[in-house]
C-alpha cells in the first residue's frame, strides 16, 4: 500500500510563491506517473500538473506558465513549484499517483492535501 504525504502548503501573499512536496512510500513510484490536483470550497477537483515516470510533464490552464511539476524518484518524492500566486490559486491541493508510467491514466492513490492560502 502506497502512501502519499504532502506538505509545504501555507498562507502566502500574492505573487509570492510556494514549493509543495509529496512525499511517497513504497518502491512501486518511481514506476508511476504522478500529479497534482486542486480543489477550492464548492468547485470540482480539477488537474494542475502531471509528471511521468521518465519525466515528461503536463500542466492544465489553470497554473501553466506559474508552476512546475519535477520529481526525484531516489528520494520517492513529487514537488510542485508554484510562483506569482494569485488568491484564486487557494485550494486544498493533493497529490496523487497513477497507475500506468504516463499521464492520462487513473489514478492508483491519493494523498490527504496539502492546503494553500493566497491573500490579496
Known amino acids: 500500500q502506497v502512501q502519499l504525504v504532502e506538505s509545504g502548503g501555507g498562507l502566502v501573499q500574492a505573487g509570492g510563491s510556494l514549493r509543495l512536496s509529496c512525499a511517497a512510500s513504497?518502491?512501486?513510484?518511481?514506476?508511476?506517473?504522478a500529479s497534482w490536483y486542486r480543489q477550492a470550497p464548492g468547485k470540482e477537483r480539477e488537474l494542475v500538473a502531471a509528471i511521468s515516470s521518465g519525466g515528461a510533464t503536463y500542466y492544465a490552464s489553470a497554473l501553466k506558465g506559474r508552476s512546475t511539476i519535477s520529481r526525484d524518484n531516489a528520494k520517492n518524492t513529487l514537488y510542485l513549484q508554484m510562483n506569482s500566486l494569485k488568491p484564486e490559486d487557494t485550494a486544498m491541493y493533493y497529490c496523487a499517483t497513477l497507475t500506468g508510467g504516463s499521464y492520462p491514466s487513473p489514478i492508483r492513490h491519493w494523498g490527504q492535501g496539502t492546503q494553500v492560502t493566497v491573500s490579496s
Open positions: 513504497g518502491r512501486i513510484f518511481s514506476i508511476n506517473a
